[in-house]
């Protein structure tokens, strides 16, 4: 986050990015428990699933956002729920337990919470490069409280693969800003995690 508002050289506080980055390490830990439990395919797009259709109505709901064709919007929702249901129904019997259960329940509330991403930002009024370090910080802070509570001695070999997931994210995350800025939650966000839909299928 320091890196990226240095080349950008841009930077306002904001608490609503201290609460985006409590949502998203928050949703984040309840997804890396999902991952655990049901593994990538399931969880990643069953939380896209939830993710998709409520960023698309709140912002039509809470920021008044415009949706040019209904007709396609509505079939689009309606043929990724029904694949997001098959996906979700496909699995061993060993995965048809409690373990699968606590999956799915970590993945639809991880979902929801992630659905409330980009509110704040859009509430905050900033433009994406004055916020992204606010976010990084309410990550950083939030993560911390989390490591503390469930402290463990840091193993070197997970070190470079950890920042570097870290760095990739915030690049994607920096994005994703810009979509919603550009484009609305209605249209912008949902478009943001489709990517993520096919390479958590592909896995």
């Given at each position: 986050g320091v890196v990226l508002s240095i080349i950008s050289w841009s930077y306002a506080f904001s608490w609503w990015g201290i609460l985006t980055g409590f949502l998203w390490s928050f949703g984040n830990v309840l997804t890396i428990y999902a991952i655990k439990y049901i593994g990538i395919a399931i969880s990643m797009t069953l939380l896209q699933g939830i993710i998709i259709p409520v960023s698309?109505?709140?912002?039509?709901?809470?920021?008044?956002?415009?949706?040019?064709?209904?007709?396609?919007?509505?079939?689009?929702?309606?043929?990724?729920?029904?694949?997001?249901?098959?996906?979700?129904?496909?699995?061993?019997?060993?995965?048809?337990?409690?373990?699968?259960?606590?999956?799915?329940?970590?993945?639809?509330?991880?979902g929801v919470i992630f659905d409330f991403y980009g509110v704040p930002f859009r509430i905050s009024g900033f433009r994406p490069e004055y916020f992204v370090l606010s976010v990084s910080l309410g990550i950083f802070l939030t993560s911390t409280v989390f490591y503390l509570i469930?402290?463990?001695?840091?193993?070197?070999?997970?070190?470079?693969?950890?920042?570097?997931?870290?760095?990739?994210?915030?690049?994607?995350?920096?994005?994703?800003?810009?979509?919603?800025?550009?484009?609305?939650?209605?249209?912008?966000?949902?478009?943001?995690?489709?990517?993520?839909?096919?390479?958590?299928?592909?896995?």
């Open positions: 698309f109505f709140s912002g039509l709901l809470l920021f008044n956002e415009q949706v040019e064709q209904w007709g396609l919007a509505i079939f689009s929702l309606i043929l990724f729920a029904i694949g997001g249901y098959l996906l979700t129904k496909s699995g061993n019997e060993e995965q048809r337990t409690t373990k699968r259960a606590k999956g799915l329940v970590f993945s639809i509330v991880a469930k402290y463990s001695r840091p193993k070197t070999r997970f070190v470079f693969p950890a920042m570097l997931a870290g760095g990739m994210w915030n690049l994607g995350n920096f994005s994703s800003f810009f979509a919603i800025s550009s484009l609305g939650l209605t249209l912008g966000y949902p478009l943001t995690q489709t990517g993520a839909i096919l390479l958590s299928i592909s896995s």
